[in-house]
């Protein structure tokens, strides 16, 4: 699976758009994009998932940049609530196992 | 409502007495994973399961024993517990195939072994 690069960190105001970047720069042709997240110690939350095309759900926006090399996940409004851990992972569509790798991620902080 | 339940939410052993953490799912869902997570580390797989007795090893399999007795239910069983599995861990389903990519993870269960 194709490895993936993320901002340590971001801030946020509440009410405004989050941004938050993905560089997957070696990624192949079979390899889809998702998106979760971690609110302090829960378990992670699936936000969203894409393969070529713009994708938006009732929880956010994911914009593939036309080579497919970088993404960036859009939370329109913020809240207070979205702070958590962003995390950008790769990998390919099925396979026999389902496993997601997990980086680092992005420590977004949403400011009242 | 759908979800993926873990129990015990927090558990505080001594090394060398065998616990189970249940994991359970109300989705119908075939694929079923646990996790452990660690600072630094991230989030390592642990086992995991296609269907009802198919399970694999994951990442970090050494020390832990998985079933999968029927479809909703996946234990994980540390039948020695020592001080480096204290860590919290999260079990996580999905329905599998092309759906796969959405899965749902448990609220984790916070184990201390001392």
């Known amino acids: 699976d194709a490895k993936t690069t993320q901002p340590t960190s971001m801030d946020c105001a509440e009410g405004r758009a989050a941004n938050l970047p993905c560089n997957h720069s070696?990624?192949?042709?079979?390899?889809?994009v998702y998106w979760y997240r971690q609110i302090h110690s829960q378990g992670p939350q699936y936000i969203i998932h894409g393969l070529k095309n713009n994708e938006t759900n009732e929880m956010a926006s994911l914009i593939i940049t036309e080579d497919r090399k970088s993404s960036t996940l859009i939370l329109p409004h913020a809240t207070l609530r979205d702070t958590a851990v962003y995390y950008c992972?790769?990998?390919?569509?099925?396979?026999?196992?389902?496993?997601?790798?997990f980086g680092k991620g992005t420590l977004l902080t949403v400011n009242p | 409502e759908a979800q993926v339940t873990q129990n015990p939410r927090y558990l505080i052993t001594v090394t060398g007495k065998k616990l189970t953490v249940t994991c359970s799912q109300n989705?119908?869902?075939?694929?079923m994973s646990w996790y452990r997570q660690d600072p630094g580390l991230g989030l390592r797989q642990i086992y995991y399961?296609?269907?009802?007795?198919?399970?694999d090893k994951g990442d970090v399999p050494e020390g832990y024993k998985v079933s999968r007795k029927e479809k909703r239910n996946f234990p994980l069983i540390l039948e020695s517990p020592s001080p480096n599995q204290t860590s919290l861990y999260f079990c996580?389903?999905?329905?599998?195939?092309?759906?796969?990519?959405?899965?749902?993870f448990g609220p984790g269960t916070r184990l201390l072994v001392l």
């Open positions: 070696t990624i192949s042709g079979n390899e889809y």
């Open positions: 996580a389903s999905s329905l599998g195939g092309r759906s796969a990519e959405t899965q749902y």
């Open positions: 992972i790769v990998r390919r569509s099925g396979g026999s196992n389902y496993k997601l790798t």
């Open positions: 399961s296609m269907n009802v007795e198919v399970t």
């Open positions: 989705m119908n869902h075939e694929y």
